[in-house]
């Protein structure tokens, strides 16, 4: 399973409101890796920041640790994912929203989940459901931003049971904020590249057989 985080219009475009510096440059491979699962029926869940003006993490102050500028407000052009990215005919669950099943999960080929927090698994309440029912055992992480919700979307996967791999060249980190890399090691996280993906699959495949 591939999980896409947060490639949002706020974060990834130089006129985003949370801009990180240079994720624009990693847009060709975020396309790379759509049309991948695409051709190849990947199954990918799309996680998305979605606030509204009384979000937690929202400040007129940030402190660019626990509190940020206003970014990702629900229903803006800010909170939609760029273009290399937009799911097609994505299964959507909002985080405000109730819903008397899930299980649609099992058999949509993109779900996407509006989280209201940098961990998609405390800023969303199906974030957790979601996952136990696709049950995958390793997850192929990307996107932005990687010292935030990259991160946290990691760390999550793991506490999970899950063996997570990142590609390091489509992740996009903010200025001024620890990089997670030597903690993503010891935890047993693997990096692979873009270049590296058909293959990686293709081995695992192999070694599920």
């Not at 510096?21 to 990947?42: Q, S």
């Not at 799309?46 to 400040?59: G, M, R, V």
């Not at 999960?105 to 136990?132: C, L, M, Q, W, Y």
Request: aromatic share 10%.
């Amino acid at each position: 399973m591939f999980w896409n985080v947060d490639t949002q219009v706020d974060f990834i475009e130089p006129h985003g409101k949370l801009y990180a510096p240079g994720a624009e440059k990693i847009k060709p491979l975020l396309k790379k890796i759509t049309a991948f699962a695409d051709e190849h029926d990947i199954q990918v869940v799309n996680t998305a920041d979605f606030h509204y003006s009384d979000s937690a993490e929202l400040s007129d102050e940030p402190d660019y640790v626990n509190t940020f500028p206003e970014h990702c407000m629900a229903n803006t052009p800010g909170a939609e994912y760029v273009d290399e990215t937009n799911p097609e005919d994505p299964l959507i669950f909002d985080w405000d929203k109730e819903y008397l099943t899930l299980d649609d999960v099992k058999n949509a080929r993109n779900i996407v989940i509006r989280k209201d927090a940098f961990d998609v698994f405390t800023g969303s309440p199906h974030a957790d459901k979601i996952v136990e029912l696709i049950a995958p055992q390793k997850v192929v992480v990307y996107g932005v931003t990687t010292n935030v919700c990259v991160n946290d979307a990691v760390l999550g996967l793991i506490k999970r049971g899950k063996s997570v791999f990142v590609i390091e060249d489509a992740i996009k980190e903010l200025p001024k904020i620890p990089l997670p890399f030597e903690n993503w090691k010891k935890l047993g996280v693997k990096m692979i590249s873009s270049e590296e993906l058909e293959e990686f699959l293709a081995q695992l495949t192999f070694e599920n057989k």
